[in-house]
């Protein structure tokens, strides 16, 4: 009896064996790679396939319960639990429920082919595509990791976006400018329809895209109009693109335009004083005696704006000149509507410890890293209080940003100017202990059109700083410092324009 029920399985066995090797279920990952055959059979006038070999193949397999045939497995990060004889399933301890039961076969668990697409276009691979051509299933059809390129052309640069569908990281690219107007951009593993990708503009600073297929990399060379001012690059980090923004001064339209006029362009006839705060809603810091910022921010721009307007001649637009709230998005845009050739911001700074003192001068930073928004947080804070949160959340974030700070970094080179020319006077006029000049992702730098500086003019949290912001004497001193500052900088500046 013994040996005829050991024959008697084996016989079973095989008879399993058997349809599961004369049918398969083919499947390739991309369109290019390798094809894998999953066991499958027929049963019940359809095509099942084994979800064991499939899990093993694709996937990991965790646990095979052999008392009641339970497979656990993982696939893209999920945890499918099937089990033999039943019409229910989990994914993630979530119960689902099939039409048919699962059954148990020669290879493990067996489903019904059209039911386990189903699921995978469901819960891992929703691009599932089948290709009758070749009979087999492409569970991620699209070959090339880079599929498009677009353009945004800005005001004062183009944004090249690359679009991806493999998550690149920065280290995969390089993006540099040649000394012969070309770009090159290289992308480390990357690979693309070349013709597709291979672009020619009729207008705007790029003029050509040539993709090359290099042994381990994809490189554009693109072809510029001009040479660029700068550049910058980063990975979106919603959709995985590799996003470049050019800095240029290229012009799509061709009017002509008279020397005089850009002359009056770079004449700076017109400075915008931004008084730091401002109002009930923002005090700005508040000084153990009660001292606000907003007050001496406000005195000291006054006293700025005369001297600049008697001295110089120059109109000079306030962003407030009364204790009122002016959000920080408004500011930037009253200078630029102003036509401001110049815009210089003024604040005091605090921390909790009495003990530092002295004035620093900031300028946007090209860069929104998470160190810059923290080293700005305080004079930002206030959008907190403001209604329109939405309008900041994507100011800072890192596309936006970089789309943002664009109109400002054409004039990075002259904000530092500026704002090394104010640390200067302030140490060797005033003697005051300069802090230096920084950067910082300033949301009131962010807009201005125009080289844009903000200054901290000595912290109220400690007491002989204090003590001296509240001396008129001192303030008119460091408006004073300002003035000289900003009369060098105009002096340097048209000289060069004259020059030309
Ligand atoms: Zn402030």
């Given at each position: 009896m013994q040996k005829i029920k050991k024959y008697l399985l084996v016989i079973i066995l095989l008879l399993g064996i058997i349809p599961a090797f004369s049918q398969v279920v083919s499947f390739r990952l991309t369109a290019s790679s390798e094809s894998q055959n999953i066991f499958a059979s027929s049963l019940y006038g359809a095509k099942w396939m084994s979800l064991n070999h499939f899990?093993?193949?694709?996937?990991?397999?965790?646990?095979?319960?052999?008392?009641?045939?339970?497979?656990?497995?993982?696939?893209?990060?999920?945890?499918?639990?099937?089990?033999?004889?039943?019409?229910?399933?989990?994914?993630?301890?979530?119960?689902?429920?099939?039409?048919?039961?699962?059954?148990?076969?020669?290879?493990?668990?067996?489903?019904?082919?059209?039911?386990?697409?189903?699921?995978?276009?469901?819960?891992?691979?929703?691009?599932?595509?089948?290709?009758?051509?070749?009979?087999?299933y492409i569970l991620s059809p699209s070959d090339f990791s880079i599929i498009d390129?677009?353009?945004?052309?800005?005001?004062?640069?183009?944004?090249v976006r690359i679009k991806t569908n493999t998550a690149f990281r920065k280290e995969h690219c390089r993006v540099w400018q040649g000394n012969n107007q070309y770009l090159y951009v290289s992308i480390y593993g990357a690979s693309a329809n070349m013709n597709k990708l291979s672009r020619k503009y009729s207008a705007g600073v790029i003029r050509e895209i040539i993709p090359i297929m290099a042994k381990d990399m994809l490189q554009f060379n693109v072809k510029m109009r001009m040479k660029i001012d700068g550049l910058d690059y980063f990975i979106d980090p919603q959709s995985g693109d590799i996003v470049i923004s050019l800095r240029h001064s290229y012009q799509k339209s061709t009017t002509p335009i008279s020397e005089t006029q850009i002359k009056n362009r770079w004449m700076i006839d017109t400075i915008v004083i931004d008084p730091g705060h401002g109002g009930k809603k923002s005090p700005g810091a508040i000084a153990p005696d009660g001292t606000m910022e907003k007050n001496i921010a406000l005195d000291v721009s006054l006293r700025l704006g005369r001297l600049l307007e008697s001295k110089l001649g120059v109109k000079v637009v306030y962003?407030?000149?009364?204790?009122?709230?002016?959000?920080?998005?408004?500011?930037?845009?009253?200078?630029?509507?102003?036509?401001?050739k110049l815009f210089i911001s003024i604040h005091c700074n605090s921390v909790e410890s009495s003990r530092p003192y002295g004035t620093e001068t900031y300028l946007l930073s090209p860069k929104s890293t998470e160190k810059s928004i923290e080293i700005a947080a305080r004079e930002n804070k206030v959008i907190e209080l403001e209604e329109d949160q939405e309008r900041?959340?994507?100011?800072?974030?890192?596309?936006?940003?970089?789309?943002?700070?664009?109109?400002?970094?054409?004039?990075?080179?002259?904000?530092?100017?500026?704002?090394?020319?104010?640390?200067?006077?302030?140490?060797n006029r005033m003697g005051c202990r300069t802090r230096g000049v920084k950067q910082a992702s300033f949301i009131v730098l962010i807009g201005p059109a125009m080289p844009a500086i903000l200054t901290e003019i000595g912290f109220i949290s400690?007491?002989?700083?204090?003590?001296?912001?509240?001396?008129?004497?001192?303030?008119?001193?460091?408006?004073?410092?300002?003035?000289?500052?900003?009369?060098?900088?105009?002096?340097?500046q048209e000289r060069e324009i004259k020059d030309h």
């Open positions: 899990f093993k193949t694709y996937g990991e397999i965790n646990s095979i319960n052999t008392e009641d045939w339970t497979l656990t497995a993982t696939l893209s990060g999920k945890e499918y639990i099937f089990y033999a004889n039943s019409t229910f399933y989990q994914i993630n301890g979530k119960w689902y429920h099939l039409p048919t039961t699962v059954e148990r076969l020669s290879y493990g668990l067996y489903i019904p082919e059209a039911e386990f697409i189903r699921i995978l276009k469901q819960e891992a691979f929703p691009k599932v595509q089948y290709n009758p051509a070749d009979r087999h390129i677009t353009l945004r052309e800005m005001k004062n640069g183009t944004i962003t407030r000149e009364k204790d009122i709230f002016v959000p920080l998005w408004q500011r930037p845009k009253i200078a630029n509507e102003a036509g401001g900041y959340k994507k100011l800072l974030s890192p596309e936006q940003y970089i789309l943002s700070t664009m109109a400002q970094s054409v004039y990075m080179k002259d904000s530092e100017a500026l704002a090394q020319a104010v640390e200067s006077n302030y140490k400690n007491w002989g700083e204090l003590k001296n912001l509240k001396k008129d004497s001192y303030r008119q001193e460091i408006a004073y410092s300002l003035y000289l500052a900003i009369r060098d900088f105009k002096k340097n």
